[in-house]
């Protein structure tokens, strides 16, 4: 009974069905025409306020595909046909302006349409809406297309319309077809209108309603910005509406003199009531003076900002404007030596009872005499005196363009500026402050203006105080009380601000290299010299004494006749600050022992470890380096042992130059990373070349390979100005630096580690292949070396589903892995390296910050950033004792720019973590997101590249409540 069931079992399990092929299906796909994005049921609706309100809805929702656009102009022309109420047939028409401009509408048909509705249209308001509508649309037909004259014939036909409201438009239109038609000849528009743009224009400047007026002035400089110039004649009729009562009408005739002023500015024009005459320029500065005392806010603001274009003025206009008349009366207040003479000769009968008090008085009308039309006198002065911070801020600026261009003006002006530097607002403060920093290279400043700038480095702002530092390095001082004075301010604000004091140093250094003479004059103060005692050695922890050291020294080194006055301490001071404060305190003759000729000696001792020589005029550490890539550029042809050798060496040489002198430190950083990850790959090469030092497993090749990448990625994103043949040599020593991790993949992995390495190293190769085509000219400028030819040449063998010959390619490739070039680092005179100084948080270990757990802190970071091309790629990084990380992106408003590509980063980090037992530091750091990322493997993400050493801030959390 078991054998019958075994037998049929087995029957059954062996039994074949055979199946017939099934017939491939095949898929069609067909691409349906979009459909409108809103669909419109405006019949359906019982009021305007529903169709209003649907037409609301469909302008947050416009079609932005051809057909969906003409779809739902073809219903809203179907419902403005039959719309009565003018306030939707106005919506309707703007957004017919919107619809026009999707890719591939029919134009033409709109414009057929609305000019034709143009003409049979009663309401003033939907009148309006169309001209805006045409001028809106006017950019998208060419100047000579026949749309843009009849555009401007329906322009001249309704610009005599009653409603101020389409003249007003008209006149727009006008000035932008006028613009734009290229009607440079002035030839009449129409058989109805048989006069020039010019002259309509000028027509319409003198219009009953000031919104016309406007609208003609603002159509006038519309007009010279497409090319048009304007007419002499135009200077007297803008002069006459700066008394208008309409505010828009004086901000066009100020901004249409200010361009007169710039096309004409040696014209003579003829003053009012007088036989004198004024150049155009002059002329012109004085009446925008005039308009600084405006009522209008939005005038005198506009004023201010013009007055410092105009370069050409002559210096009696400018100097008038900081002469401040006072009047009294409606009369200029006279000298007593005035009065007493007008009283002797006045000869008409009195009553005795006051002398000349019968005398007649120049007859003066009230409404003649504008007491604030005192042309060119006192404008910067009122400026700087009005009650806006935006007055204020444009006068400032206005001060600060003209003095740059004139040393005189600048020597009469700042006295006003250092005024502002006790305004009550933030902005008008630092703006004085740059202001005076700008034109410092024509001052000299006194003592009395010294201490009033010095009151803001008790400021409470961080920024100004920064600023006023910066501005004090650059100006002279015009005595040796006034550097004291600078330096005892300096002195006070380290106590009361801790975290100015790397600022509080540069500050000093530059005073000191400024002012050689006054700080001669002052060192035995500053360093409590006596004749005849010995005075006690200063405590070097005490930031005030390293704030007088750094002055003395900067002025040392110019002026070296102090040398001798310092004492034996000094001396070794002067040693320790310079191995402490390299960038802050220079070299001294007869105080540095490392200085040029110690270099060269230490270069020449570093240099003959590995065997090469150095000619003698070859005294400098940029000669040396020079010297350097010379010798490593045949470094290719050597044996993997002696490049092991001769790379160390450098190495170690460069990490010694990089510190030893500032002014080629970036260059020889980066020859340093580079060397580093030349290195690193010859080491690498040789254990994989040779299987006795080769491992069993593939971890230490890996490890390898992720440092490669890690100084790749470094020397990609932290230097600029970085050659094309530097960077083309650094992607293939990545591309090495993976192939030899193939190898060892390849032959000691697993399936799954190989099929994964396989796939990671042909993504990389076609990055590469990618990126050599997309260089300019091709890839005629770059010449890969055999080992990159050879695997470009079988990318096509390289598959994950056949490693026997991905195996083969790459043994292949193996043969020709040759550390990188030398002679790809030459020309790096001109490289920069990004770099971040972070001024707060202080580092402290002491007090530790108080956190609850769960809950938020918050530490303030301010850091100065040079070298930085983009800040968005700039991130702060937060690592707590648990080694978690916290990536930060700062906001846009926490930037500042300081110069081209120096900005200043000043936010707040917010922190947050659970409870951990006792108070422990956290690590704030600025890193920068990794560039060349899309030249390496995808399945290996890189860190962020670091660019200042982190802060450690001792932070302790508690339960929370």
Not at 203 to 225: G, K, N, Q, W
């Amino acid at each position: 009974m078991a054998a019958k069931l075994k037998k049929r079992a087995l029957a059954e399990f062996s039994h074949v069905v055979t199946e017939e092929p099934q017939p491939v299906k095949k898929l069609r796909l067909i691409q349906r025409s979009a459909a409108p994005v809103v669909s419109l049921n405006l019949n359906s609706t019982s009021s305007a306020q529903e169709v209003l309100f649907l037409l609301i809805k469909l302008e947050e929702n416009l079609p932005t595909e051809k057909d969906g656009a003409e779809q739902v102009y073809a219903q809203l022309v179907e419902h403005l046909n039959g719309e009565r109420t003018s306030i939707v047939r106005c919506k309707i028409i703007a957004l017919f302006s919107r619809l026009v401009l999707v890719t591939g509408f029919n134009t033409h048909l709109f414009a057929e349409d609305l000019l034709k509705r143009l003409e049979s249209e009663n309401s003033q308001k939907v009148k309006t809406q169309m001209f805006t509508t045409l001028k809106d649309v006017s950019h998208v037909f060419s100047g000579s297309s026949a749309y843009v004259k009849r555009f401007m014939r329906a322009a001249f036909k309704h610009v005599g319309h009653r409603s101020h409201s389409v003249r007003s438009t008209c006149l727009q239109l006008i000035g932008c077809l006028g613009a734009c038609e290229q009607q440079h000849q002035d030839t009449p528009a129409s058989p109805d209108w048989p006069v020039s743009v010019a002259e309509v224009l000028t027509r319409y400047i003198s219009d009953s309603d000031p919104r016309v007026r406007c609208s003609a002035f603002e159509a006038m400089l519309t007009l010279h910005d497409g090319g048009k110039t304007l007419s002499f004649s135009a200077y007297t009729r803008a002069c006459s509406a700066l008394t208008d009562d309409y505010e828009g009408v004086r901000l066009a005739a100020m901004q249409q003199i200010w361009v007169l002023c710039h096309l004409y500015p040696e014209y003579h024009v003829q003053v009012a009531n007088s036989d004198e005459e004024l150049r155009l320029v002059d002329d012109g500065f004085a009446k925008i003076c005039n308009m600084v005392t405006d009522i209008s806010i939005q005038v005198r603001v506009k004023a201010a900002q013009l007055l410092g274009s105009l370069q050409q003025v002559g210096p009696r206009f400018l100097e008038q404007t900081l002469d401040k008349k006072l009047m009294s009366m409606l009369r200029r207040k006279r000298s007593a030596h005035e009065r007493a003479r007008e009283h002797f000769s006045a000869g008409e009968w009195s009553t005795g009872q006051k002398w000349a008090d019968d005398a007649p008085k120049e007859g003066v009308n009230p409404d003649t005499v504008n007491l604030l039309s005192i042309g060119a006198c006192g404008a910067f002065v009122h400026g700087l005196e009005d009650e806006f911070l935006e007055v204020r801020n444009a006068t400032l600026d206005s001060l600060c363009e003209l003095a740059s261009n004139s040393p005189s003006f600048s020597d009469l002006c700042h006295d006003s500026i250092i005024d502002m530097f006790n305004d009550e607002i933030e902005s008008v403060r630092l703006n004085a402050i740059n202001s005076l920093r700008k034109i410092s290279h024509n001052l000299c400043l006194r003592e009395d203006q010294v201490d009033i700038i010095l009151g803001v480095l008790k400021d409470f702002s961080d920024v100004s105080r920064e600023a006023l530092r910066n501005m004090l390095g650059l100006v002279r001082l015009e005595t040796k009380a006034a550097l004291n004075s600078c330096v005892m301010a300096l002195i006070d604000n380290l106590p009361r601000y801790p975290q100015d004091k790397t600022s509080v140093w540069r500050c000093a250094q530059k005073l000191g290299a400024g002012h050689p003479s006054h700080t001669l004059a002052l060192t035995p103060d500053l360093l409590c010299l006596h004749p005849y005692l010995d005075t006690p050695e200063a405590d070097m922890d005490d930031p005030a004494y390293i704030t007088v050291l750094v002055l003395v020294f900067n002025a040392a080194s110019v002026s070296p006749s102090m040398v001798p006055l310092f004492p034996e301490h000094t001396r070794r001071h002067y040693q320790y600050l310079r191995s402490s404060l390299p960038d802050l305190v220079p070299v001294i003759q007869g105080l540095d022992t490392v200085g040029e000729a110690d270099l060269d000696k230490l270069l020449t001792k570093q240099v003959s470890k590995i065997g090469w020589s150095k000619t003698g005029s070859e005294t400098s550490g940029a000669r040396f380096l020079e010297d350097l890539t010379r010798r490593l550029a045949g470094l290719e042809s050597l044996p993997l042992a002696t490049n092991v050798s001769i790379l160390e060496a450098a190495v170690r040489d460069l990490e010694q130059i990089k510190y030893l002198d500032s002014k080629i430190s970036a260059p020889v950083d980066c020859m340093c990373v580079y060397l580093q990850s030349q290195l690193l790959m010859t080491k690498l090469l040789i254990r994989v070349t040779n299987p006795s030092q080769c491992v069993a497993d593939s971890e230490s090749v890996v490890s390898s390979v992720d440092k490669i990448l890690e100084l790749t990625t470094r020397l990609q994103t932290v230097f600029l100005g970085l050659t094309g043949s530097l960077l083309w040599s650094v992607r293939q020593l990545e591309l090495k630096a993976l192939t030899a991790q193939m190898v060892v993949a390849l032959g000691r992995g697993s399936l799954a580690e190989k099929v994964r390495t396989c796939e990671t190293f042909r993504h990389a190769l076609a990055l590469l292949v990618r990126s050599l085509e997309s260089e300019p000219g091709g890839s005629g400028g770059l010449s890969p070396d055999p080992c990159t030819r050879h695997l470009l040449t079988n990318l096509d063998r390289i598959d994950s589903s056949q490693l026997q010959g991905t195996h083969a390619v790459v043994q292949g490739a193996l043969a020709l892995l040759r550390p990188g070039p030398g002679g790809a680092l030459s020309h790096l005179a001109g490289v920069r390296r990004v770099g971040a100084t972070l001024l707060q948080p202080v580092e402290n270990l002491e007090t530790p910050i108080k956190m609850a757990a769960g809950l938020t802190a918050g530490i303030r970071v301010l850091a100065n950033v040079d070298n930085l091309v983009d800040v968005r790629s700039l991130r702060i990084q937060v690592k707590y004792p648990d080694q978690q990380s916290q990536l930060v992106k700062p906001p846009a408003q926490a930037w500042s720019r300081l110069s081209g590509l120096r900005h200043q980063l000043d936010t707040e980090v917010v922190m947050s973590h659970s409870l951990w037992s006792e108070s422990c530091a956290v690590e704030i750091s600025l890193v920068l997101e990794p560039c060349g990322q899309h030249l390496r493997p995808s399945a290996k993400k890189q860190d962020m590249v670091e660019i200042a050493p982190p802060v450690k801030v001792l932070v302790s959390t508690k339960p929370h409540k």
